[in-house]
C-alpha cells in the first residue's frame, strides 16, 4: 500500500521532469523512425493521397534531424542533387500572365478529395502578389513587384521557374512545397506562374 | 428556425464584413466573432447528444450511460477536462471520441465499423460522434484543463504528438508547425495560433470541439486534426487512432490549466 502510493509520487514526479512544454524537440534518428512508424500504422491511402506520401526523402529527413539547419556540408549535397532534378524547358519560360494569376488564386488540388493531376498553386495561401489582392497570407515573403525590381531576363526566368519546380535546390529546409517535383504544377502551369511574377504587365508589377 | 435565422444573419455579417474588410480588417473579424458566439445553436446539439448517451441501441441494447470516461462510470462533470487520458481497461491513452467508441463497442456491443461509419457530419444532421461530443464537453464548462500527464503511456503520446509536431513529410513537406511553428503568421487572411506554446494553445483547446458559423457545422478535435492533414496533403489519419490522440494530448497539455469554456463558435 505504502510501495504503491511511493510509486505513484515518484510516477508524478517524474512526469514534473520529464515533460518539455512551449520548446520544439530535437529529433535523433530514433525519433525520426518512432514518428514514420506511427505515421505508417495509424494513417490510410485515401483517393489520390497515397500511403507513399509519407515516405521519407533526404530533404526531408536532414531538415527534420537539425531543426531546418543543417549544417552546409549536409544540405549543400542534397540541393544540388534537387537542382539537377530540374526538368527546365527549352527557351523562354514565360507563360501567360493571366492564367498564373487563376493558378496562384486557386488552392484546389492534391488533397484526399481531389482528382488527379495538376491544381492550383495555393500562392496567395502564403504569399502576397499582386497589391489589387488584399487576402494573401503572410508565411512567405511579399512577392509585390517582383519582377518589377528583377526584370524579366532569362536567367531570372530561370531561377523564378526553378524555385517554383523545387524551393529545396535554393535553400533546402524552405517551407515552400515542391510544386513541380511533388507534381502539384504542370510545366505549362509554372510557365504561367513565372509570367505572373515577372511580366510588366502583370498585376504583380503595376 | 433559430438556426436559419442565424445563418441569414451570418450571410448579411459576411457582406457587411467583405465591405469592411479593407478598413479595419481584424477588429471587424473580432466583432463578427463576438456577434456570431451571441447566437450559438451549441445548447441544442448538446440536448441531441443527451437523448443519444441515452438511448439504447447496438446488440446489447445498452445506453452510454454506464461508459467511463475517466472520472468513474456515468461521470460527466468535469470528465472532459481531463482528457486524454490513460485507460487501464484499454491499455491506452485515449481523446474523448476515441473513448466514446470504445463504449460503443464495449457497452452496445457495436462493431468500430458499423460506428465510425459516419463520424463527420454535415449542415443538414451532424453525425453522432459530434453530437456526444457536445454533450460530453459541454458539461465541462469552468473546469480547468487537466489532461492525464503522470502514466508512462501518457507522457509517452505526449513526446510522441511534440515529435509528430514538428516532423515534415507529405507531397508538400509539411509539418504541423509549417503553420502553426511561427509568431504573427497567417494562411490568406486566418491567424495562425503558435500551437506548442502555451499562451496560444490555451484558447483553443479550452474552445473544441466548436460551432463553425461559415459552413454551419459542429466540429471535434478529431475532424480538426484529420482537416489539417488533408490541407497538408497527407493520407488520410486513421479516426481516433494513437497517432491522433497523441496530438491532442500535446496540444491540451500544452493549453493546460485554462478553463474550458466551450463548445465554442469559429469562422
Not at chain 1, 6 to 33: F, Q, W
Not at chain 1, 123 to 129: A, G, R, S, V
Not at chain 2, 108 to 122: H, I, L, S
Amino acid at each position: 500500500m505504502i510501495r504503491s502510493t511511493l510509486s505513484g509520487t515518484l510516477l508524478a514526479l517524474a512526469a514534473c521532469t520529464s515533460v518539455t512544454i512551449g520548446e520544439p524537440p530535437k529529433l535523433s534518428e530514433r525519433d525520426l523512425d518512432e514518428v514514420y512508424s506511427a505515421l505508417k500504422r495509424d494513417f490510410h491511402a485515401r483517393g489520390i493521397a497515397t500511403m507513399s506520401r509519407i515516405e521519407p526523402d533526404a530533404a526531408q529527413r536532414i531538415c527534420n534531424l537539425h531543426r531546418d539547419n543543417p549544417p552546409a556540408e549536409l544540405a549543400k549535397p542534397i540541393e544540388e542533387a534537387q537542382l539537377k532534378a530540374i526538368q527546365f524547358p527549352a527557351g523562354d519560360l514565360l507563360g501567360d500572365w493571366k492564367r498564373g494569376q487563376r493558378i496562384a488564386e486557386s488552392g484546389i488540388g492534391m488533397q484526399w478529395t481531389d482528382k488527379p493531376g495538376p491544381g492550383g498553386g495555393s500562392c496567395y495561401n502564403c504569399h502576397q502578389l499582386s497589391p489589387q489582392q488584399e487576402s494573401h497570407g503572410t508565411l512567405g515573403p511579399s512577392l509585390l513587384a517582383f519582377g518589377k525590381v528583377r526584370g524579366k531576363g532569362p536567367e531570372m526566368q530561370r531561377y523564378a521557374y526553378g524555385k517554383i519546380f523545387n524551393a529545396k535546390a535554393y535553400n533546402l529546409c524552405s517551407q515552400m512545397p515542391r510544386m513541380g517535383h511533388s507534381g502539384t504544377l504542370s510545366e505549362q502551369q509554372i510557365k504561367d506562374l513565372v509570367a505572373y511574377l515577372l511580366d510588366p504587365a502583370s498585376p504583380v508589377n503595376r | 428556425m433559430r438556426l436559419a435565422r442565424l445563418s441569414a444573419a451570418a450571410a448579411a455579417l459576411t457582406s457587411v464584413g467583405a465591405i469592411a474588410l479593407a478598413q479595419d480588417t481584424r477588429k471587424e473579424i473580432e466583432k463578427y466573432q463576438r456577434m456570431i458566439s451571441d447566437a450559438s445553436p451549441v445548447e441544442l446539439f448538446e440536448l441531441e447528444g443527451e437523448a443519444l448517451w441515452k438511448k439504447k441501441q447496438g446488440p446489447k441494447n445498452a445506453s452510454l450511460e454506464q461508459c467511463d470516461l475517466g472520472l468513474g462510470a456515468g461521470v460527466l462533470k468535469g470528465a472532459y477536462a481531463h482528457l486524454p487520458r490513460y485507460f487501464g481497461d484499454a491499455d491506452r491513452v485515449m481523446d474523448l471520441e476515441a473513448r466514446l467508441l470504445h463504449c460503443m463497442i464495449t457497452l452496445q456491443g457495436r462493431t468500430r465499423d458499423e460506428a465510425t461509419k459516419r463520424v463527420f457530419g454535415n449542415e443538414d444532421k451532424l453525425s453522432e460522434m459530434e453530437y456526444l461530443s457536445a454533450y460530453v464537453a459541454g458539461q465541462s464548462r469552468g473546469v480547468k484543463m487537466a489532461p492525464g500527464m503522470a502514466h508512462p503511456k501518457e507522457q509517452a503520446a505526449f513526446e510522441l504528438g511534440r515529435k509528430t509536431f514538428f516532423y515534415r513529410a507529405g507531397a508538400w513537406d509539411f509539418s504541423c508547425a509549417s503553420c502553426h511553428g511561427e509568431e504573427g503568421k497567417r494562411i490568406r487572411m486566418q491567424d495562425l495560433p503558435l500551437l506548442f506554446k502555451p499562451e496560444y494553445a490555451r484558447p483553443v483547446v479550452a474552445t473544441w470541439p466548436a460551432y463553425r458559423v461559415s459552413n454551419s457545422q459542429f466540429k471535434t478535435m478529431q475532424w480538426r486534426l484529420n482537416n489539417c492533414y488533408q490541407q497538408m496533403r497527407y493520407p488520410e489519419p486513421n479516426y481516433a487512432s494513437d497517432l491522433t490522440v497523441a496530438l491532442t494530448l500535446f496540444l491540451t497539455a500544452t493549453g493546460e490549466g485554462e478553463p474550458y469554456r466551450g463548445p465554442g463558435t469559429k469562422r
